[in-house]
Each structure stands twice: as structure tokens, then as C-alpha cells.
């Protein structure tokens, strides 16, 4: 089945799902705060809206200034629920097990994948990791002997001249996982034009034709075209539905809701509605809708299990 063909269905059976859904005669009540990654932020809408839908008492109010904001306003108190585009690091958990005495509770609610993109017109089909580390890196951690700063060094005569290169900013998990992934925890060359935003990425390149960058799986359009990423033997893996779910192209993600709750407490009524919604089979239409991976079923039943969502209606 073409990918074209499953968003179609999957915003059918979405459509069909929410249709049939109706407030309880005494509904839930409340407003759920949420603070962090860019990427997930038209996720993290489309959920609100569906739960509205659900349960017209309850709004999602939704700041999204990047991954990076999301532990310390957990930590703080300030948010209860921390979209991340990546997992949180050991000072990040730290910080909030010293302010709480306890860990946040992690859930992963979808898939995603990093794309390299080019514009639509640029020949160039695949880049193996050396290739990727020596354009975007000046360390070069993963052993390419020389940096790459023209387009004649892939390969090509066209375009001519050198390569502008575009990427996330620091505050991004976008930013984070491609410098450990693909630059092996190098660093970045300082000429890299930093955005706040994967579809200021692909604008960007869209409009370049010397350009190159990285962005979410979910914000291609017609302007760029995708990269395959090229292993040591030379064979090409392309960012598809079932290898980025199962994790068999190297730049897949998971992508994260953080929740400050306190072992052996149950959720509030609000954010149970809410974590029922997303891991149900109507909250993974939306995932797949927006263009992310939906979760392995074995994943999401585990984590509803986890949260006692089991005996709720899905």
C-alpha cells in the first residue's frame, strides 16, 4: 500500500472514530499544560482538538520553544507534560529528581526519522556517514580525512560552487540527535544557518539550489527531494514507515511525553482522558495522519497497561 494511499485511509478511519465519539454526561474538566519540542507541536494540537472533541471541558494550552525547555519547567512545576523530540539526559533527570525526589514518568507516544534534504533539481541521491560528518562537521569524529564544502567533492557538476547548509538550532532534539548520530557527537561548523523550526529547514533549501539540511521525516514537501543514507557496503536505506518503526534506518527517533507523577499515584482525570486518547488507535491515526511513525502495537498496549488505561475505552 503506497504511503500516499495509508494517510488517506488512516484520515478516513481517523475522521470516522471522532465522529462517533461523545462527551460523557459528566465530563472531565480541566486545562493541561505542555512545554517543549518544536517538532511535536502540531502533534500535540491535533491531539488537544481531538480531545475536545472527546471532551469539550478540557484544553491543551501548548508552548513550544524546543525540547530543551521541557525538563526544567517539569522540574520547576510549571508544566506537568514535556514534549521531547528526544530523551532526556542524565542532568536533566538529575535536576528533577533533586527538586521532586523522584523521576519523571517517559512515554513514548511516536516514531519519527532526520532527513537529509537537497533541492528538488540536485542530482545527488544518497550520502554515506563520512560524507555527512565531513559537510556538517569540523571535527570530523567519524573519520573523514577533510571537510566538504563544494558540490564538485560529491561527485557532481551541478550545482556549482560551495554548499550552504542549513540545520536546527541547539535548543532543538532535532539538533541534538543529528550531532550525535551523524556527526558522532562532533560539532558543528559554525557557517551552518540555524532555524528555529524543521519547516524553515526545508523552506529554506526549497529556495536554494546549492543548499543542503536536515529536517523532521514529517515536514518534506515537493520543493526538496530526500536523501538515502548509505551504509559502509554501499547499500541505501530510505526513512519508510515500517524501518523507521522497527528502527532499521539509522535516524529514526523515538519522540517523548514527560509527566511529572508520583510513583504509585494515579493521573488526573484530565491527562488520563489525554494519555487514553493518544494511545489509542484513534491517537495513532493522528500520528500517521501528520506524517510521523505510528507505535508498534506491542509498545502501545504496554504503556496503556502501565498507565492503568487498560480498563478505559480506547
Known amino acids: 500500500m503506497s504511503a500516499l494511499l495509508r494517510r488517506c485511509l488512516a484520515s478516513w478511519l481517523l475522521l470516522m472514530s471522532l465522529g462517533s465519539l461523545r462527551a460523557d454526561a459528566e465530563d472531565v474538566v ?9 517538532t511535536m507541536a ?17 484544553r491543551l494550552q501548548l508552548q513550544a520553544s524546543g525540547s530543551a525547555s521541557a525538563p526544567p519547567a517539569l522540574a520547576a512545576g510549571t508544566t506537568r507534560l514535556g514534549p521531547m523530540s528526544r ?7 538529575q535536576a528533577f529528581i533533586e527538586r ?11 516514531r519519527d526519522a532526520l532527513v537529509v534534504v537537497v533541492h528538488r533539481h540536485n542530482p545527488l541521491e544518497s550520502l554515506g556517514r563520512r560524507e555527512l560528518d565531513a559537510l556538517f562537521s569540523d571535527s570530523r569524529r567519524c573519520g573523514a580525512r577533510k571537510e566538504i564544502r563544494q558540490w564538485r567533492q560529491l561527485g557532481h557538476d551541478r550545482p556549482e560552487g ?30 551552518v544557518n540555524e532555524h528555529p523550526g524543521s519547516a524553515a529547514v526545508v523552506a529554506a533549501v526549497t529556495e536554494d539550489p546549492r543548499a543542503i539540511g536536515y529536517a523532521g521525516l514529517n515536514h518534506l514537501t515537493p520543493g526538496v527531494k530526500a ?7 554501499g547499500k541505501r536505506h530510505f526513512p519508510d514507515p515500517d524501518a523507521v518503526q522497527h528502527g532499521d534506518y539509522a535516524l529514526s527517533r523515538d519522540l517523548y511525553l514527560y509527566i511529572n507523577l508520583p510513583p504509585g499515584d494515579s493521573l488526573p482525570a484530565a491527562e488520563q482522558a489525554f494519555f487514553n486518547l493518544v494511545l489509542s488507535p484513534v491517537g495513532q491515526a493522528i500520528v500517521e495522519e501528520l506524517g510521523f511513525v505510528p507505535l508498534p502495537e506491542v509498545r502501545r498496549v504496554s504503556q496503556r497497561r502501565e498507565l492503568a488505561l487498560d480498563e478505559l475505552d480506547s
Open 30 to 38: 480541566g486545562t493541561l499544560d505542555a512545554m517543549g519540542s518544536d
Open 42 to 58: 502540531g502533534l500535540m494540537l491535533r491531539w488537544g482538538q481531538a480531545l475536545t472533541r472527546q471532551h469539550p471541558g478540557i
Open 87 to 93: 530523551p532526556m539526559n542524565e542532568a536533566e533527570r
Open 100 to 110: 521532586h525526589g523522584y523521576p519523571p514518568r517517559e512515554l513514548v507516544v511516536a
Open 162 to 191: 560551495r554548499i550552504r547548509l542549513h540545520g536546527r538550532n541547539a535548543a532543538s532534539g532535532t539538533h541534538g540527535l543529528f550531532r550525535h548520530i551523524a556527526l558522532c557527537d562532533g560539532f558543528f561548523r559554525p557557517e
Open 227 to 233: 536523501l538515502a543514507r548509505r551504509d559502509a557496503e
